[in-house]
């Protein structure tokens, strides 16, 4: 192995991984998805590991702008709107337009839809350790 090669298969198994838990998360939540997701795994695995990383690869950009969003003091959105027109040059659109679009409200909703993804975690562990006990 070479240790040149390192950081970048590290790099590609962390955005396989990130595509593989956003695929799993779509096979979960819409069973029209489910459906299709289900039909991938059967068909060429080659093709679905390379949707796999593309995911993933788009999955880290969008968290990344997240946190670089909600992070950045109020006084640097000034200094933000003309490191944007770089970034906007370096990402992809759907990125940016993702950057671009959250605010206040998107923030208080994501932390409802955590609070509700934590109490459906537990209850799914509730149901679980039912089913285990029968």
Request: aromatic fraction near 4%; charge should be negative; charged fraction near 30%.
């Amino acid at each position: 192995m070479n240790p040149d090669n390192l950081p970048q298969i590290l790099q590609t198994g962390f955005h396989l991984t990130l595509g593989a838990t956003s695929f799993l998360i779509e096979t979960l939540q819409d069973p029209l998805k489910r459906e299709e997701n289900l039909d991938k795994l059967q068909s060429d695995l080659s093709l679905l590991a390379d949707e796999l990383l593309e995911k993933g690869e788009m999955t880290e950009k969008e968290a990344r702008n997240f946190v670089d969003t909600i992070f950045s003091p109020p006084g640097e959105k000034d200094n933000a709107s003309s490191d944007e027109s770089v970034s906007h040059q370096q990402s992809d659109t759907a990125t940016d337009t993702f950057s671009e679009s959250v605010g206040q409200a998107d923030v208080k909703q994501i932390q409802e839809l955590t609070a509700q993804m934590a109490a459906l975690r537990v209850e799914l562990e509730k149901l679980r350790a039912e089913n285990s006990q029968d």
